[in-house]
Nanobody
Framework: QVQLVESGGGLVQTGGSLRLSCAAS????????MGWFRQAPGKVRDFVAA????????YYADSVKGRFAISRDNDKNTVYLQMNSVKPDDTAVYYCAAGRIARIDAARQYDYWGQGTQVTVSS
């Protein structure tokens, strides 16, 4: 049974930092892409960042490029999202996802999802 469990969300001030974690279990993810998406109230789920587990290649949405960094720890089977210089617009529920996909920013192509973790940025 595949499980993705996010943690690390919380309340942070504008300009601050936060690190999200996604612990993956239940299968081998070496051929998978691991993505982070976010969804604010009343909005669609948006792509944030992704990493190819095998190669380590990373991809970012323009809105977070230069501020966020995605990484993975093979030994811990965990993916991280380091969030720096956060803004109120970053407030959302953040979801971790895994999939063998053709398009890295397409949420519908991901097979597995975590339950989400809330990030709130105060102004």
């Amino acid at each position: 049974q595949v499980q993705l469990v996010e943690s690390g969300g919380g309340l942070v001030q504008t300009g601050g930092s936060l690190r999200l974690s996604c612990a993956a279990s239940g299968r081998t993810f070496s051929s998978y892409a691991m993505g982070w998406f976010r969804q604010a109230p009343g909005k669609v789920r948006d792509f944030v960042a992704a990493i190819m587990w095998s190669s380590g290649n990373t991809y970012y949405a323009d809105s977070v490029k230069g501020r966020f960094a995605i990484s993975r720890d093979n030994d811990k089977n965990t993916v991280y999202l380091q969030m720096n210089s956060v803004k109120p617009d970053d407030t959302a529920v953040y979801y971790c996802a895994a999939g063998r996909i053709a398009r890295i920013d397409a949420a519908r192509q991901y097979d597995y999802w975590g339950q989400g973790t809330q990030v709130t940025v105060s102004s």
